[in-house]
């Protein structure tokens, strides 16, 4: 039981650290163009000219 002691504020802690790195990709736009990165998979780009 008083392993409890330390893994319960570890839990907290790495829950908290897991929140601000999710809020800071809300943030920092990571959610922004869910489709174009589906598009760009899917282009080969030929539409390129070559140089």
């Given at each position: ?6 893994l319960?504020?570890?839990a ?12 800071w990709?809300?943030?920092s736009?990571?959610?922004d163009d869910l489709e174009?990165s ?12 070559d140089?």
């Amino acid at each position: 039981m008083n392993v409890l002691i330390y893994l319960i504020p570890i839990a907290l802690a790495m829950g908290g650290l897991g929140l601000v790195t999710f809020l800071w990709s809300l943030k920092s736009g990571q959610y922004d163009d869910l489709e174009g990165s589906s598009w760009r998979v899917l282009d080969d780009g030929d539409d390129r000219p070559d140089t």
